[in-house]
């Protein structure tokens, strides 16, 4: 990726604001990832898909301006969620969990990693959806 001194400057104040380790992740994935933006046929709206260039089984979908992905990382340190499949209670338990893992967030790297794709004018491929399509997309999205 081109770095200009603007960008380095850029990329100083998000680390300090949002952390070494998100930013790193973030910047891996706008280097080994794949992004596409369908959109409705109107323009209007959008859904920003993220692959990996090596698993294409690993498709992260996020939408451009808001701040939620299904990701494990964001429903644990963003929402502060903590993982059903462990078996952990309510209550003292999950107040240990999160002292422990002692990590809250701002957002994750797939949300991060959209906006600055956006930001640094990397083109994405895009795709015109239909309605339905892009209905499956949106509520997939928000379904836990
Ligand atoms: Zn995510």
Redesign the pocket.
Known sequence: MFITAERAELFIELSALLGEDLLERALRLLDEWSFIIYYTADRLRSIAELSSKRNLAHV?R?VPGVNY???R??QRCVLQLTDKEEGVEEGEQQDQDINRSNQVSFT????LAQRLHWLLNLEPRAQILTLDQFRYFHNDFYED
């Open positions: 992260v996020v992905c299904k990701c990382y964001f994750c790297e797939h949300v």
